[in-house]
């Protein structure tokens, strides 16, 4: 069973950055496939970034490519999102996400069996 406990939300300037980490356990880490996805107000959760076990391997949603960019320190069992430009319409519950044994690069939610209890980010204009 893999935990994951996600942290560094809070409220931010348009065009701020942020960075949320994410600890993970019960799992060998570098095993894991990783994800962020974000839920906002009466809407379905989206994905944001994903990193896979081969080492440098990531991917990230449209909205986000080349303003956002997740990583993962396989010795400290530790994943991050950097967020950069932050833009209003980045406002949601970022959640941490993880699953074991794949080989591609999953971005929907039901790839992901363990979740984190997330955090919020809020850009205000």
């Known amino acids: 069973q893999v935990q994951l406990v996600e942290s560094g939300g809070g409220l931010v300037q348009a065009g701020g950055s942020l960075r949320l980490s994410c600890a993970a356990s019960g799992h060998t880490f570098s095993a894991l496939t990783l994800g962020w996805f974000r839920q906002a107000p009466g809407k379905e959760r989206e994905f944001v970034a994903g990193t896979s076990w081969s080492p440098g391997a990531t991917y990230y949603s449209d909205s986000v490519k080349g303003r956002f960019a997740i990583s993962r320190d396989n010795t400290k069992n530790m994943v991050y999102l950097q967020m950069n430009v932050l833009k209003p319409e980045d406002t949601a519950v970022y959640y941490c996400?993880?699953?074991?044994?794949?080989?591609?690069?999953?971005?929907?939610?039901?790839?992901?069996?363990?979740w984190g209890q997330g955090t919020q980010v809020t850009v205000a204009s």
């Open positions: 996400c993880a699953a074991t044994s794949r080989w591609d690069r999953p971005t929907t939610q039901y790839d992901y069996p363990y």
